[in-house]
């Protein structure tokens, strides 16, 4: 795959601690083409589709120059494969702005993640206000006495902007409330800008984690332990035979008392069938993913031919 990341200057990245790095070792690691622009790359003139000046670039697995750039070029959108938006905050004008091109490269088929709309329907950093139950008591206001009411209530809290990141503009309170108002004056710009409250969280010396779930391996390790980790892309693709034969439950009894015994083996017959003819070019390509890739497909053939028959002995009776 050749895949674009949409982000902030590859120079100042910190690697040390950056998911999008992360992101671009893993899909180097893979074997996928990497690139990289900035939102201010990305331009879209009328009769035309949405491009960006872009940089290819290769991890060179250095501390300090950890990429090497291999070219740059302009080029559309929809000719990625996948276009990630990993811009970092401030979630403001121009990140909206950038957010309504990447929504008409999405129209236009670039496939893009996460999606613009969602990005700015659902920010992050309101977005754990859903999950009440995982998070720290949160407020999100602009008003200075809902504030103050907050911090009598939790005695020791934490004040920051909506669309600040990295530790940007962060305020602890403790429980004399020293500097309160003047904290509260800085962020909400005396009443103008909406901000974060959160009661304080002493855990929070021990570090945080982040969890990056690639390729959805925590829940195959969730379900079948750690060892079947290396056999995870054959047991995601043969996750779908247990729906498959959860539907063709019912059909083979309902075949028989239609008269068409036969019906169930021929159907498996030509399943068979389609598993070898299938099994003969993917095993070679995917390995052990390919052989249950065919094996999907043939349990799929199974199901469709007995559902095939039992429409055709519908339709034979509504005729009669």
């Not at 074997?31 to 000046?53: F, I, N, Q, T």
């Not at 693709?237 to 019912?250: A, I, K, Q, R």
Request: aromatic share 8%; proline share 5%.
């Amino acid at each position: 795959m050749n895949i674009l990341f949409v982000a902030d200057p590859l120079e100042i990245f910190q690697t040390y601690k950056d998911t999008t790095f992360s992101m671009m070792r893993e899909a180097q690691r893979r074997g996928h083409r990497l690139a990289a622009c900035e939102p201010r790359h990305l331009l879209w003139r009328s009769g035309e589709v949405v491009k960006a000046h872009v940089r290819d670039i290769t991890l060179t697995g250095a501390l300090n120059d950890w990429f090497e750039e291999r070219g740059r070029g302009s080029r559309a959108l929809k000719d990625f494969d996948a276009v990630l938006m990993r811009k970092d905050p401030p979630f403001d004008s121009e990140y909206f702005y950038a957010t309504h091109l990447l929504e008409q490269a999405e129209r236009e088929g670039a496939r893009v993640f996460n999606r613009p709309a969602s990005l700015r329907d659902h920010p992050e950093k309101l977005a754990i206000m859903e999950f009440a139950q995982f998070a720290s008591p949160t407020l999100v206001t602009r008003d200075a006495q809902d504030v103050r009411r907050f911090h009598a209530e939790h005695q020791e809290i934490i004040l920051k902007p909506l669309d600040g990141m990295g530790g940007m503009g962060i305020f602890r309170v403790g429980a004399d409330g020293l500097n309160l108002g003047s904290i509260i004056e800085t962020l909400n710009h005396h009443g103008t800008t909406t901000i974060m409250v959160q009661r304080f969280v002493p855990e929070i010396a021990q570090g945080d984690k982040r969890i990056l779930v690639i390729g959805g391996k925590p829940l195959i390790s969730l379900l079948f332990g750690k060892d079947f980790l290396g056999a995870y892309a054959p047991l995601m693709v043969l996750m779908v035979v247990p729906v498959l034969g959860v539907l063709s439950f019912p059909l083979t009894p309902m075949l028989y008392a239609l008269g068409k015994a036969g019906g169930p083996l021929r159907a498996k017959l030509v399943a068979s069938l389609v598993f070898f003819i299938s099994l003969a070019p993917l095993s070679p390509a995917w390995g052990v993913a390919g052989a249950a890739v065919a094996f999907v497909l043939a349990s799929a053939v199974n199901v469709a031919l007995m559902l095939v028959q039992l429409a055709g002995e519908y339709r034979r009776s509504r005729a009669a």
